[in-house]
């Protein structure tokens, strides 16, 4: 008999609501519950695509006798991270801070008034390693809550009282200037991997923020070595296992430093921005190799991510059907020897093992490799080549697929419309704009109310009930941004002005400045999360800050300058010291002490001239730059008012730090304008 999850819209809760453990989604209900029995409560949070939640569903929450043992001793609550990111934020604060590590699932026991007081993450059947079974853990907690109850209450409230304390120092109340972002720099040089690309060691996760950065950074001072890093990190991702080599799209992260094999998970977070950086890339070199991926990711998210209602699914699963009925993680990626000969014959399977690095021993498990592209050099048939991609990519589309996690997240979606839309308007393809303004359409339709408010998810064309927090706010911000430049439609700036009015109201603190995770007037946890630093997408403060800032540029909005400048106050503070995990506010912070400039590109909107000019204007490489286009009497956006044109010609006007260069028609000066 299904359980209470079984009419919520997570399919990650969905995925657990035939367990026979009694569960609750996340709610008053559930504690009041655990309040009127006197037990305390195990909180399991987790993810849809993420692997050791499904191991330890099926080792423990499937199995009866553990379910048994959770229904007569504890009020169990399930949560998916995705949909809540604020109690996911909490709990591991208080993970991280009692264990040294976090990660999911994650497992965390609550007293009645949801104090944390005893913390792990997967726990296996059995003892293993020196780690506790998750039988030994429950009867560990329940004895101790049975017999020594007041010292459960002691630690939980100690630990409640210890993340209180750990407000965030605001840093510096200046913002980071020449030196600071020189000062990031450097970090990053020490910890780059000169060998394989990317920073640090395994495991090893792309550093799409860090590389928005050492690209502005490079447009505006000229520093080869930042571009250098950029490059050659895209070039090693790109050829590495952790890239599809037959359909596009990245995984989550490798779990070598070579970036042989991923963690096979696809994420629609990772591939936005990724494939957003790949343009960006391409935009800066011309890279032929930026330029494919940019669009072979593209391809993939409206592929295989869009759903029926034109937003994006938020992953892929790593695991599927092995075709023996077992699920395996990798499954549908990998290759054998064996398996290249069958799909491809003798001599293309000889081709296709040397081109793909597919060995005997194989680079994964039993003997299979993940495919790469490990030759740099030497000359190979493209025809060949494409037609045994082509075959194998058909084989591999009889085997079973991966589970896809259809929840549409606000937040995600407004980076993969920030990404569709340029990546369309780069590469003139009017379909990836279309899919961008789809999303667009369904996040305004669906997900924003009569009071501009934003819902964190939908699934099925139904709005889920989870508020959204900071991130939602300023992605979906950042995606509107995008298309207003793209399109010229001025109603995309309008609607982020809604949602970035709504920062300046419900999620930044008055006095300091500083950003929390959760609207003012959210429902309250036992403490507000509030985390500046970027993991694996900009920070809802680092975002917010990008966009307050191209908002104020396209508008002149004071408040938002002064906001977005509060916020950076913490990138001066944390971007010298650890720029890995501030990327994206050191970003923003380039386009910050670039201006950021402001273009305006006035002209009849069929004329070739205005559309070269505004294609120029979308090229340039300044950090930050934001583009306004239309006829010279639009009143679609503030930065078209009063440009006139320059004798009856398309002209371009660009302005920064309240100062303008004289109009241009010529195509060759704007790019010269918006150069370094």
Known sequence: MPNRLAHETSPYLLQHADNPVDWWPWSADAFEEARKSGKPVL??????????????AHESFEDQETADYLNAHFVSVKVDREERPDVDAVYMEAVQAAT??????????????AEP???????????RQGSPSFRQVLEGVHSAW???????????????RDLAGREIAFGDTQVPGEEDLAGALLGLTRDYDAGHGGFGGAPKFPPSMAIEFLLRHHARTGAEGALQMAADTCERMARGGIYDQLAGGFARY??????????????????????????????????????????????????????NEGGFASALDADSDDGTGKHVEGAYYVWTPAQLREVLGEQDAELAADYFGVTQEGTFEEGASVLQLPQSEGVFDAERIASIRARLLEA????PAPGRDDKVVAAWNGLAVAALAETGAYFDRPDLIEAALGAADLLVRLHLDEHARLARTSKDGRVGANAGVLEDYADVSEGFLALASVTGEGVWLEFA????????????????????????????????????TDNATPSGWSAAAGALLSYAAQTGAEPHRAAAERALGVVKALGPRAPRFIGWGLATAEALLDGPREVAVVGPVDDPAT??????????????????????????????????????????????????????????????????
């Open 43 to 56: 909180l399991s949070v987790g993810y849809s695509s993420c692997h050791w939640c499904h191991v330890m």
């Open 100 to 113: 040294g590590q976090g990660g999911w699932p994650m497992t965390v026991f609550l007293t009645p008034d």
């Open 117 to 127: 007081f005893y913390f792990g993450t997967y726990f296996p059947p059995a003892p």
């Open 146 to 160: 049975t017999d020594r109850r007041d010292e459960v209450a002691e630690v939980a409230e100690k630990i409640v």
């Open 254 to 307: 490798s779990v070598d430093r070579e970036w042989v094999v991923p963690h096979f998970e696809k994420m629609l977070y990772d591939n936005a921005l990724l494939c957003r950086v790949y343009a960006h890339l391409w935009r800066s070199t011309g890279s032929d190799l930026g330029r494919r991926v940019a669009l072979e990711t593209a391809d993939f998210m409206v592929r295989e991510l869009r759903t």
């Open 396 to 399: 591999r589309g009889e085997r």
């Open 497 to 532: 002005g809604f949602l970035l009015d709504h920062v300046l109201v419900q999620f930044t603190d008055e006095e300091s400045g500083t950003l929390y995770d959760t609207a003012a007037d959210a429902e309250k946890l036992i403490r507000r999360p509030q985390d500046p």
């Open 611 to 676: 559309k070269e000019l505004h294609r120029a204007a979308l090229l340039a490489t300044a950090p930050g730059a934001v583009v306004a286009v239309g006829a010279p009497d639009s009143d679609e956006l503030p930065l078209l008012a009063e440009r006139l044109l320059v004798s009856g010609e398309p002209t371009a006007y660009v302005c920064r730090n309240f100062t303008c260069d004289a109009p241009t028609t010529d195509v060759d000066r704007l790019r010269e304008a918006l150069g370094r």
